[in-house]
């Protein structure tokens, strides 16, 4: 997957899909909903 841009919703936020995509060295956008107030304050600040 080397050289590939992933996009996935927040099921790809699970810590083993985001892992395969990580070291696949995929570059990837993945999606923080605001039902996660602790981790969404931290990433908007």
């Given at each position: 997957?080397?050289?590939?841009?992933?996009?996935?919703?927040?099921?790809?936020?699970?810590?083993?899909?985001?892992?395969?995509?990580?070291?696949?060295?995929?570059?990837?956008?993945?999606?923080?909903k605001?039902?996660?107030?602790?981790?969404?304050?931290?990433?908007?600040?």
């Amino acid at each position: 997957m080397a050289g590939c841009i992933i996009t996935i919703d927040a099921m790809g936020t699970q810590t083993a899909i985001a892992s395969q995509i990580f070291y696949a060295k995929a570059d990837y956008v993945l999606v923080l909903k605001g039902n996660h107030p602790t981790l969404y304050g931290q990433v908007k600040n």
